[in-house]
């Protein structure tokens, strides 16, 4: 785990990252440098193949929800948006891989392993995830923005 300025981090780094965690706040809000199509950009350049980009979205919906139609035009559609319970944020989830399709039941089998072994409702957060997909949520966000 590395603390950094994102795009700093991302213009300094080399391919290959398997899943990139941003937390794209500063002091005053949204980090203005990842506030833009070239961050995603960069970040899909350096994920590898199969790599994740994650990123915190936190206040007024109206503030990211451009960020939204950016992510989805860079990654070809390729993400998930699930809402932060009781306190309105959402965590966007963008995929390199061109077609991924999340094997549904297999992640439902394997969050009820990982609750066992770790005590962490993993299986909620599944179904989260599946029902924000089938639910487009993420395209709605971007949508709305416009």
Same mark, same amino acid.
């Given at each position: 785990m590395l603390e950094a300025d994102g795009a700093e981090f991302l213009a300094n780094t080399e391919k290959g990252i398997d899943a990139l965690l941003v937390d794209a706040f500063d002091k005053t809000g949204f980090a203005p440098s990842l506030a833009n199509r070239e961050f995603f950009e960069n970040a899909y350049a350096k994920l590898s193949g199969n790599g994740v980009?994650?990123? /915190? %979205? =936190?206040?007024?919906?109206?503030?990211? =929800?451009?960020?939204?139609?950016?992510?989805?035009?860079?990654?070809?559609?390729?993400?998930?948006?699930?809402?932060? $319970?009781?306190?309105? /944020?959402?965590? %966007?989830? =963008?995929?390199? +891989?061109?077609?991924? +399709? $999340?094997?549904?039941?297999? %992640?439902? /089998?394997y969050a009820k392993e990982l609750r066992a072994k770790f005590g962490l409702d993993f299986p909620a957060f599944v179904q989260k995830m599946e029902r924000s997909t089938k639910l487009g949520l993420a395209r709605r966000e971007a949508i709305r923005r416009r």
């Open positions: 980009l994650v990123i /915190n %979205l =936190a206040g007024e919906k109206e503030t990211y =929800a451009g960020l939204i139609g950016e992510a989805m035009h860079v990654f070809d559609d390729q993400i998930i948006v699930i809402s932060v $319970p009781d306190d309105g /944020n959402h965590v %966007l989830y =963008a995929f390199k +891989e061109r077609h991924f +399709e $999340p094997r549904w039941r297999w %992640l439902h /089998n």
